[in-house]
């Protein structure tokens, strides 16, 4: 059941391994980035209760000791008052420029670890094993890590590749439903940008992927990772193509924004609710079939996902207010907002050509249903 996909990028290729149980076999896998058998861990505090004593055995089983600290869980633990401890406990567990340092847990962990590992003695190789759903299809690849910044998400890091990535398929068992649906946002958005054939697959395999078959949870991981490798490798400093793997992130990134980032809207649940937004806004612009955005919103629907602004509780702002978050996005250049629009499912392209009363109208029918 254990799929391998490849990230071609030159001196900075690796490979990332999905299926189950793959915790018990870490050491086997790590060993060979290693010069000494010794790694530094670093997590959060509800990832290493589960899971930190299964990984220390498997990383045993190949004679490799490890170090451990552990952090917070939560999007606050990536800032720099974290970061500064991670890289200082780094330093004091003696970690030199050939050892390996591995990034275990979800996206948190594995973008303030993968920054961390990138600064440390001017570089250091890391391994990520993500242990959320959202984390296996999508932040652990390519390489974008980083922290926040009082000013914005995302706003400080670098791009540091991964040596290894081990996707172990069995930890997604003890997610919550909620976390696991949100990172099933980030699985849907890979058929939309690119492949309908997928997202057709998803329409009927989500339930029982949903419902816990390895077999499937392999298969849709595997496919999500395979294609964000081929766009990674095409662009890996997002100057083109890459931007297509925001799909549903510019409605999502001010949605986040009018909610705080708080519970009230997980990452993954903004994502959902923005692609389905991306596709009524391409259809409302004639670009793609009028009978896709319901398409795609019964398929988030059948899966229990968020798909409205009506799904998110509390007060939101108005249509204009939540245009001019989009405006303090990253993706705006000169001014100009990039959005990520449709041809049809499966047909994402980067355009910065929308009229903000386009916009506007969309978001002022999705704000009337609530
Ligand atoms: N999560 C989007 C990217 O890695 O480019």
Redesign the pocket.
């Known amino acids: 059941m254990r799929k391998t996909v490849h990230v071609e990028l030159g001196e900075r290729s690796y490979d990332v391994v999905i299926g189950p149980d793959l915790l018990a076999e870490s050491g086997q896998l790590i060993a060979p980035l290693l010069r000494r058998k010794r790694v530094a861990v670093v997590s959060d505090e509800n990832v290493a209760r589960l899971h930190l004593e299964s990984l220390r055995d498997g990383l045993a089983q190949a004679g490799i000791d490890m170090v451990a600290l552990e952090l917070p869980a939560g999007e606050s633990t990536k800032s720099w008052p974290h970061f500064e401890r991670t890289v200082e406990w780094l330093l004091e567990q003696k970690v030199e420029r050939n050892d390996v340092v591995v990034a275990f847990g979800g996206g948190v962990i594995g973008d303030l670890v993968g920054f961390a590992a990138s600064v440390l003695r001017r570089g250091v190789q890391f391994v990520q094993i993500p242990t959320s759903l959202l984390a296996q299809v999508?932040?652990s690849v390519?390489g974008?890590t980083g922290i926040n910044a009082p000013q914005g998400k995302n706003l400080i890091g670098a791009f540091h590749q991964p040596s290894l990535v081990l996707a172990d398929t069995s930890v997604l068992g003890t997610l919550t439903a909620r976390d696991f649906l949100a990172g099933y946002g980030e699985v849907v958005k890979y058929g939309l940008l690119g492949d309908a054939e997928f997202f057709e697959w998803l329409e009927l395999n989500g339930p029982g992927l949903s419902a816990g078959d390895m077999a499937t949870r392999v298969e849709a991981v595997a496919r999500s990772v395979q294609m964000k490798a081929d766009i990674v490798a095409r662009d890996e400093k997002?100057q083109g193509d890459?931007a297509l793997?925001?799909l549903g992130h510019t409605f999502c990134h001010a949605l986040e924004a009018a909610t705080g980032y708080s519970d009230r809207l997980l990452h993954g649940e903004g994502v959902s609710i923005g692609c389905a937004l991306a596709f009524e806004l391409s259809a409302r612009m004639g670009l793609c079939p009028q009978e896709d955005p319901s398409r795609v919103r019964q398929h988030l629907k059948t899966m229990g996902m968020k798909t409205d602004l009506a799904d998110i509780p509390g007060e939101l702002p108005g249509a204009q207010a939540l245009l001019d978050l989009m405006g303090q996005d990253k993706k705006v250049v000169d001014g100009k907002l990039n959005f990520i629009l449709a041809r049809g499912i499966g047909q994402a392209f980067v355009t910065s050509d929308v009229a903000p009363s386009d916009v506007i109208s969309v978001l002022e029918d999705a704000l009337a249903e609530r």
């Open positions: 999508d932040s390519g974008k997002e890459r793997l925001n």
